[in-house]
């Protein structure tokens, strides 16, 4: 539970501090040379991955080339078999190399609890992928890279590492004005 909250906190700080803190600069949209976006840019996704599981999360675009992401969903696992439900709750920092590409490079980690066996785990994973978050519509992102998982048994104390892995993200994403 104390994750949980330090989790939350850390993403309000890291999602709204731009916001506060450049409020002014918010309203005024990039020169004509590089096809005029208007931030903050927010979207809402649906999104199933190896990783963050099946999820529901939304995006900030606070600058032309950094955006973060929050979501909080439930393992794939859990529709695909008769396994422990485990909830998994992902923070991610996204950079947009290139202002008229899709391209982006995200660095995602995911909490996730097995709510009966009282099984943690945290995953950490470096992908490349295409997402359109600078226009205002509805489209398809996918990206894919490898992870890297610790994590805690019920009958051992401490955090291990457990697996190393490929990831696979896919969904769909409605971009906000």
Do not use: C
Not at 16 to 23: D, G, K, R, S, V
Not at 136 to 157: D, H, L, M, T
Not at 172 to 177: D, E, G, K, S, V
Request: aromatic share 16%.
């Amino acid at each position: 539970m104390k994750f949980i909250k330090m989790f939350i906190l850390v993403y309000l700080v890291i999602h709204f501090y731009p916001t506060i803190a450049f409020a002014q600069d918010y309203n005024k949209t990039t020169d004509t040379t590089e096809s005029r976006i208007s931030l903050p840019r927010f979207d809402v996704h649906i999104g199933a991955g190896w990783v963050n599981g099946a999820r529901l999360g939304t995006r900030l675009l606070f600058t032309k080339y950094f955006s973060t992401e929050v979501a909080y969903g439930y393992n794939i696992t859990n529709f695909l078999s008769l396994s422990d439900e485990e909830k998994k709750y992902s923070l991610a920092i996204n950079y947009h190399p290139y202002i008229h590409s899709k391209l982006i490079i995200s660095f995602i980690i995911t909490y996730g609890e097995k709510v009966y066996l009282l099984n943690r785990s945290i995953n950490f994973s470096l992908n490349v992928g295409f997402l359109e978050l600078k226009r205002k519509n509805i489209s398809p992102f996918i990206r894919s890279g490898i992870y890297f998982q610790v994590g805690e048994k019920y009958y051992k104390k401490g955090f291990h590492k457990r697996e190393i892995g490929l990831n696979v993200d896919i969904g769909i994403n409605w971009n906000l004005p």
